[in-house]
């Protein structure tokens, strides 16, 4: 039975990956899981210089999810390559760093530091602010991806895999903007702007009033985006949003993706990556399929 998948470019023992900022640089995680079973780790957002994050509270549960407005707060690219990157790898599993930034000059110097580094990829991140174009996320048109892209893949040479907003009309454009622009994947969804009011204060939650939304909530909506976007483009796409079992890896597949990402999921359960892999695992013999590549996409419309 075969769970090697190749994403990007980026050959992975298993299709599950655990998602940007919600695994930290894994440390987090160590006792409770063997990282070494994990088909990659995607790290926490990681920009050019420190960033503080957003004033407390960040983070809200809601229903089905959670909000969060963390800000991308992290220690920076030089402090990841000197502590969190040399212990990383010591573990047997794909490192991608989800690089994120205020303009295309920073994402610029970013991805050329990245491209010196042990890595195995990078996820860029194109729901950050443009601080130049009104605090807009760069990833809500095709011109906007397609510009910040193609000025990263000219300095990197390592697998690119570009991360999409949801919070678009039609998210098919963006991605062919990522594609056209020479990205090697795109992974979706990022989490869906939401908000959460407090009805006795009558304000909102979290301090920077709204935040994204992630977890079982947007499943479907991802689900179906992924679905969009792997039948219009012919790179790879990382499918995330909602993931919590092996059935939800299942789901993400058939609809398209060759690989996915779990988030929200590891806060509830810090085992959920490992189980959903022998989730994935049962499913596979259940059926008697000797090869998961055989499923990726082969959902059957009605």
């Known amino acids: 039975m075969n769970t090697e998948v190749n994403l990007a470019g980026i050959k992975m023992k298993n299709p599950v990956t655990v998602a940007s900022g919600t695994f930290g640089y894994g440390r987090e995680f160590d006792e409770f899981i063997d990282l070494n079973k994990l088909g990659g780790i995607i790290t926490k957002g990681t920009s050019l210089k420190p960033r503080p994050g957003n004033k407390p509270p960040r983070v809200c549960e809601t229903t089905a999810g959670m909000l969060n407005s963390i800000g991308l707060q992290n220690p920076g690219v030089e402090y990841f390559m000197e502590k969190d990157l040399p212990w990383l790898r010591q573990f047997d599993t794909k490192v991608i760093v989800n690089a994120c930034g205020s303009s295309i000059e920073e994402y610029v110097e970013l991805a050329k530091v990245l491209n010196t580094l042990d890595i195995d990829g990078v996820e860029l991140n194109l729901s950050c ?37 949801p919070n678009v009309t039609d998210i098919v ?45 947007v499943k479907p909506v991802a689900v179906r985006m992924v679905y969009q976007v792997a039948k219009a483009l012919k790179i790879p796409v990382l499918g995330l949003g909602g993931i919590v079992n092996g059935n939800d890896v299942i789901e993400f597949m058939l609809a398209g993706a060759t690989a ?35 499923i990726i996409g082969q959902v059957q419309m009605n």
């Open 129 to 165: 602010p443009n601080v130049k174009a009104g605090c807009m996320a760069f990833g809500t048109s095709y011109e906007g991806v397609k510009e910040v892209t193609s000025k990263v893949r000219k300095v990197l040479d390592k697998p690119l895999i570009v991360k999409l907003t």
């Open 173 to 217: 454009e963006p991605a062919r903007g990522a594609e056209d622009a020479g990205a090697d994947g795109v992974s979706l969804i990022n989490t869906l702007l939401g908000m959460s009011i407090d009805i006795e204060k009558r304000r909102p939650v979290l301090a920077n009033n709204m935040g994204g939304l992630s977890g079982p909530a």
């Open 260 to 294: 996915v990402s779990i988030g929200t999921g590891n806060f509830i359960e810090p085992e959920v990556s490992i189980k959903a892999i022998e989730g994935v695992e049962e499913y596979l013999k259940r059926h008697n399929i000797e090869d998961i590549n055989s």
